[in-house]
C-alpha cells in the first residue's frame, strides 16, 4: 500500500468520529437530495423550497423575520426572495408600520408551485424519520438540542 494509501486508509476511522465531519456529509448529501427532487418536481431551488415552507408555517412574513427563526443566510435568501417575485411565486408588500419591511406571501402560482413538490419532500422527510424508532428520533432531536447548547457556549 501507497503512503498516501495508508494515511487515507488511517484517516477514515478519525474522520468518522468527528461530528462536525458527519453531520457535513449528511447536510451536504440531504441538501443534495433534496435540490434533485425539488429541480424534478417543480424546477425550484432548495432556497425557494424554504421561504415556502416558512409561508405555510408562519403565513405572511418579512425575509428579516425568516433568517431570525432559520439562520439562513441573508443574502441568499434576499435573491431567492427577489427570484420569486419576478417568477410571480410570491408577492410582496410593504408594512404599513414600517416602510422599510417587506411582507411576503404565497400567489396563486407559488401555491400550485409549492403543493407540486410537497408531496414528495413530504415523502422524503417520513421516510427519513421513519429509518429511525420513536425512541431514536427522540434521542437524536435531543442529541441536536444539546449540540446546540453547546455551540451556543461555544461562541460565548
Known amino acids: 500500500m501507497a503512503k498516501d ?11 468518522q468520529q468527528m ?10 448529501r440531504m441538501n443534495a437530495q433534496a435540490t434533485k427532487i425539488l429541480k424534478e418536481t417543480a424546477d425550484i431551488s432548495l432556497m425557494q423550497w424554504r421561504v415556502f415552507v416558512m409561508l405555510e408555517t408562519l403565513g405572511k412574513i418579512t425575509p ?34 414600517d416602510q422599510r419591511a417587506q411582507y411576503i406571501d404565497f400567489t396563486e402560482k ?8 410537497r408531496p ?3 415523502d422524503r422527510q417520513a421516510r427519513l424519520l421513519n429509518a ?8 437524536m432531536f435531543n442529541a441536536l438540542k444539546k449540540l446546540d447548547a453547546v455551540m451556543d457556549e461555544i461562541e460565548r
Open 64 to 97: 428579516s423575520e425568516i433568517v431570525r427563526q432559520t439562520d439562513l443566510d441573508k443574502g441568499q435568501l434576499s435573491r431567492a426572495v427577489k427570484t420569486m417575485i419576478e417568477q410571480g411565486l410570491i408577492s410582496s408588500e410593504t408594512s404599513e408600520s
Open 110 to 117: 407559488g401555491l400550485e408551485v409549492f403543493h407540486r413538490a
Open 120 to 122: 414528495q419532500m413530504r
Open 19 to 28: 461530528v462536525t465531519f458527519r453531520i457535513s456529509r449528511l447536510h451536504a
Open 5 to 15: 494509501e495508508k494515511d487515507e486508509a488511517e484517516m477514515r476511522p478519525h474522520l
Open 132 to 139: 429511525l424508532s420513536p425512541n431514536e428520533q427522540a434521542a
